[in-house]
């Protein structure tokens, strides 16, 4: 199985900030990954596939990015409404299996 | 508009089986996956298998593996995931959703199963 690193699971900062999370994949998974938000009580909600493109209606401060084993989701300006649990999601396409990541949990200051 | 409406909560003692159903609606059903995802109290996601619609066809992960039955119904677009065997560590909330190969877009509310003694 291809095991998913997040990283930091926890994060606090301000608004206006800009914030990083990573996702580290144990082999490669070429770009394919998927970043979710997730509130409390709530289902997740994609916001990248293949690693980089955004979904329809997702707000462009939202951006993702790598390939291989390492990717990143940035937020370049943090806001309110994006303190959430972001999930990273590998596709296996040989096995055709998923994987999530453990989450981080994005605090606002 | 897409919509996967999902069964009621469910409270099950060790060993028992639960079956979880997700009814589609707003898009052609054989045309996308149906993934199941939990999500055990307080913990992240745990994807637990998929299936294609259009032939039947299913992945499941291998935690669950030998336990787990995800089944659909093309003739009411409703997608349907049986654990059998439960512990109280299969207490959780169950997510069906509308996939692609890699990723999916569309979520239910989720399902509460309980399992208890």
Do not use: H
Request: include cysteine; proline fraction near 5%; glycine fraction near 8%.
């Amino acid at each position: 199985d291809i095991q998913m690193t997040q990283s930091p699971s926890t994060l606090t900062a301000s608004v206006g900030d800009r914030v990083t999370i990573t996702c580290r994949a144990s082999q490669s998974i070429s770009t394919w990954l998927a970043w979710y938000q997730q509130k409390p009580g709530k289902a997740p909600n994609l916001l990248i596939y293949k690693a980089s493109s955004l979904v329809d209606g997702v707000p462009s401060r939202f951006s993702g990015s790598g390939s291989g084993t390492e990717f990143t989701l940035t937020i370049s300006s943090l806001q309110p409404d994006d303190s959430a649990t972001y999930y990273c999601q590998q596709y296996n396409s040989y096995s055709r299996m998923w994987t999530f990541g453990q989450g981080t949990k994005v605090e606002i200051k | 508009q897409v919509q996967l409406v999902q069964s009621g909560p469910e409270v099950k003692k060790p060993g028992a089986s639960v079956r979880v159903s997700c009814k589609a609606s707003g898009f052609p059903f054989t045309s996308y996956l149906i993934s199941w995802v939990r999500q055990a109290p307080g913990q992240g996601l745990e994807w637990m298998g998929w299936i294609t619609p259009y032939n039947g066809k299913t992945k499941y992960a291998q935690k669950v593996q030998g336990r787990v039955t995800v089944t659909a119904d093309t003739s009411t677009s409703t997608a349907y995931m049986e654990l059998r065997s439960l512990i109280p560590d299969d207490t959780a909330v169950y997510y069906c959703a509308r996939a692609g190969a890699d990723s999916a877009n569309y979520w239910g509310p989720g399902t509460l199963v309980t399992v208890s003694s």
